[in-house]
T-cell receptor
Framework: NAGVMQNPRHLVRRRGQEARLRCSPM?????VYWYRQLPEEGLKFMVY????????ESGMPKERFSAEFPKEGPSILRIQQVVRGDSAAYFC?????????????FGPGTRLTVT | DQQVKQNSPSLSVQEGRISILNCDYT??????FLWYKKYPAEGPTFLIS?????DKNEDGRFTVFLNKSAKHLSLHIVPSQPGDSAVYFC??????????FGTGTRL
């Protein structure tokens, strides 16, 4: 059973460009969480999605950031007009269902560098 | 507002000895706690958890202790092994089970 997949593993963008980060949850999992880890900090919650629905986006910056989890395909975290402060490791985690939401399985992360 | 705190950024322990990693929390609504282990360039992996109805949970070399009155939990690793070298995060699920993480302790 494949684990959580994230791609790309490393992404370099210039200021002002767009970054697209993809997350494929574990097979059978329909709940996806995105977290961001800034250097020397813990992971911070960004957004929680189920298929075709954003459930909780309380951790998402109000501008430039968006997320989706379509019926088919991976979840996408999109950052428009990136700035240097967006440089971080972005992790997604998936969970099987409401009874086990706290059992989150993490992907390897995407390391975004903004130059 | 740091609701989950790990005040020791790093810890050094000899092989075979006990490692004790500490975590404090401020939100009394937390009723479940998890420890994750993270290697460089990898995502966190679940290690052990504890419900607030317990004060101890053991899994092999890993034991987590919870002191609700002090809002404190600790992870004990006995005996410590070189492969245990990693960053350890404590975390607690809040609304919608989104996890609040501490800042980590590098063992």
């Amino acid at each position: 059973n494949a684990g959580v997949m994230q791609n790309p593993r490393h992404l370099v963008r210039r200021r002002g460009q767009e970054a697209r980060l993809r997350c494929s949850p574990m097979k059978g999992h329909s709940h996806v969480y995105w977290y961001r880890q800034l250097p020397e900090e813990g992971l911070k919650f960004m957004v929680y999605l189920q298929k075709e629905n954003i459930i909780d986006e309380s951790g998402m910056p109000k501008e430039r950031f968006s997320a989706e989890f379509p019926k088919e395909g991976p979840s996408i975290l999109r950052i428009q007009q990136v700035v240097r402060g967006d440089s971080a490791a972005y992790f997604c985690a998936s969970s099987a269902g409401l009874a086990t939401l706290h059992e989150q399985y993490f992907g390897p992360g995407t390391r975004l560098t903004v130059t | 507002d740091q609701q989950v705190k790990q005040n020791s950024p790093s810890l050094s322990v000899q092989e075979g000895r006990i490692s004790i990693l500490n975590c404090d929390y401020t939100n009394s609504m937390f009723d479940y706690f998890l420890w994750y282990k993270k290697y460089p360039a990898e995502g966190p992996t679940f290690l052990i958890s504890i419900s607030s109805i317990k004060d101890k949970n053991e899994d092999g070399r890993f034991t987590v202790f919870l002191n609700k009155s002090a809002k404190h939990l600790s992870l004990h690793i006995v005996p410590s092994q070189p492969g245990d070298s990693a960053v350890y995060f404590c975390a607690a699920p809040g609304g919608n089970e989104k996890l609040t993480f501490g800042t980590g302790t590098r063992l």
